[in-house]
């Protein structure tokens, strides 16, 4: 068989069923392969997109999200959607057309060591030298990206290569010597870990996107609820609890609520499950009490004692470890602590002027609005914390967003292929005219795929989260004006989809309503002040 013929054999036993991809003459024999297989090709307008929509995609199904580019230029612009994905550890595998096996390395049309480009933000990566080793690779591509921390996996596939006849025999199994990941919990350590809670005034518990990634979110549930110990949680465990569930004191960081991180500056001993503990959530606002015993629950252990030290550091998948605690955890005296933390939330005084919407008030109403099975995507800026701040998850209703590397214009293609991969669901996708302008062209994939998401542009005509920065630290505003944005609702009427601009707050929820009852994708474009604040 041709190797791109196996490739989709490949990926059929994979149970892969979408592709993200833009194709190039370095992967045109792979592209017939497709056009004859049943898997179906979603084809995006940039290739970072590709990774995008394919991230979407992934943290939507629970699948291995796949995308394909080709060589040279089209490689390179997969870099910052791969980076995206490694920080955020989101399960992919990424293929690229390479040039002839005979010319690498010596500059031709289109090469790029895409492999080399890629090694600090990535989980692995393979170039082919031999096509016989073909399925062995993919098979261990997609067991990498899914297993232990997830992550991206790149496959680099010379041009000769994918027109090699192979014999396809599929590999049963997978045996890689050094990657052998632990997900059970050490039960000395768990002992330890359960102890220390047991003698704990003031327990904390911090759940991070690990417990998202391990689907552990009933294991959190039934723990906190047994032990009766308060949990906050960083951007990436936004969803581990019910927003409004007794025990969720909300988000930490600098951008976090006060009273959950006054929490975290007062415990006496915080349980970190799947979080890095990264400096946007603890470091940089230097909440971290220094005597307070640490218990940091990672499956990779490279995380543990990165930040901060641990106490009683335990590798292991969130889910298995949380079950293995669960057992042995006895309910904790934590009335007083527990209404102490609630006794610092802050009562927000909101001020909006007069001729704009408020996007925190849009936020709730649509958070009113929604079903429990919807999937919200956020960009990042101000918008980013507009949502996460204001947005009820209850239910099962997912929030995606980019949070380890902050890439504006993640949330449109990631709105595509979370729609694409969950046809049946609703779709919201939310951003800033900053971030919009990034991606924007995503609009196009959006109608070729027939899919319908709700697409919420908050539009106060500059870059906000850097305005809101220069503001808080008195320097003067600089190159954050988007003085020349266009007409967005004639723009995107171009490509078809209905449109709606509101300029006042008696406006807000009569356009929601109509835009969640479309049967077809709809723009809402919402007039917003320049002096709003993400807090």
Not at 28 to 53: C, G, K, N
Request: hydrophobic share 40%; net charge negative; charged share 20%.
């Amino acid at each position: 068989m041709k190797l791109s013929d196996v490739m989709m054999r490949c990926l059929q036993e994979e149970h892969v069923d979408t592709v993200f991809g833009y194709p190039g003459a370095a992967v045109i024999d792979i592209y017939e392969s497709l056009r004859t297989s049943s898997i179906h090709h979603v084809l995006v307008r940039q290739e970072q997109a590709a990774v995008h929509a394919a991230s979407g995609y992934a943290r939507t199904t629970g699948k291995v999200g796949v995308c394909l580019a080709t060589s040279g230029p089209g490689a390179t612009n997969l870099i910052t959607g791969i980076a995206t994905a490694y920080m955020d550890s989101i399960p992919m595998v990424i293929f690229t057309g390479q040039v002839r096996s005979n010319l690498i390395g010596r500059d031709v049309f289109q090469e790029v060591d895409i492999t080399g480009a890629t090694e600090p933000f990535i989980k692995h990566s393979y170039l082919i030298k031999d096509p016989k080793e073909f399925p062995r690779i993919v098979k261990e591509a997609f067991y990498i990206a899914r297993t232990g921390r997830p992550g991206p996996v790149l496959i680099d596939i010379p041009m000769d290569y994918q027109v090699a006849q192979i014999e396809y025999h599929p590999p049963k199994e997978v045996h890689i010597r050094g990657y052998k990941p632990t997900v059970e919990g050490h039960m000395g350590q768990i002992k330890k870990a359960i102890k220390l809670l047991q003698n704990s005034k003031r327990p904390l518990v911090c759940a991070g996107g690990g417990v998202i990634l391990a689907d552990a979110a009933k294991e959190l549930m039934a723990f906190v609820e047994k032990a009766q110990i308060p949990m906050v949680h960083t951007l990436m465990g936004l969803g581990a609890l019910p927003t409004n569930h007794m025990y969720n004191e909300g988000m930490i960081g600098s951008h976090g609520f006060h009273h959950s991180n006054w929490a975290l500056k007062h415990a006496d001993t915080i349980l970190f499950i799947g979080a890095r503990i990264a400096d946007r959530a603890v470091a940089n606002v230097g909440i971290l009490d220094e005597n307070a015993n640490i218990i940091h629950i990672d499956v990779d252990p490279a995380e543990i004692g990165k930040i901060t030290s641990a106490t009683i550091p335990l590798v292991g998948d969130a889910k298995k470890v949380l079950g293995e605690m669960l057992p042995l955890i006895k309910p904790l005296e934590t009335k007083e602590w527990n209404e102490e933390i609630r006794a610092h939330k802050e009562q927000m005084i909101e001020e909006h002027p007069e001729n704009a919407v408020s996007p925190k008030l849009v936020i709730r109403k649509l958070s009113e609005l929604l079903d429990d099975e919807a999937i919200v995507a956020a960009d990042v800026g101000q918008n980013q914390f507009w949502t996460v701040r204001n947005m009820e998850l209850k239910g099962n209703r997912k929030l995606i967003c980019s949070g380890g590397f902050g890439t504006m214009g993640y949330s449109l293609p990631a709105a595509v292929g979370a729609a694409v991969g969950n046809k049946d669901k609703q779709v919201v996708t939310i951003m800033g005219d900053g971030s919009f302008q990034m991606s924007l062209f995503e609009l196009g994939t959006l109608i070729q795929e027939r899919v319908k998401p709700v697409i919420i542009l908050f539009n106060n005509s500059g870059l906000g989260m850097v305005r809101e920065l220069q503001r808080r630290v008195d320097l003067k505003e600089h190159g954050v004006a988007l003085n020349c944005n266009p007409d967005f609702i004639k723009l995107v009427s171009a490509y078809g989809i209905q449109t709606k601009r509101i300029a006042h707050g008696a406006e807000v929820e009569a356009a929601l309503q109509e835009a969640l009852c479309s049967d077809a994708p709809y723009f809402l474009e919402f007039i917003v002040s320049d002096k709003e604040s993400t807090l």
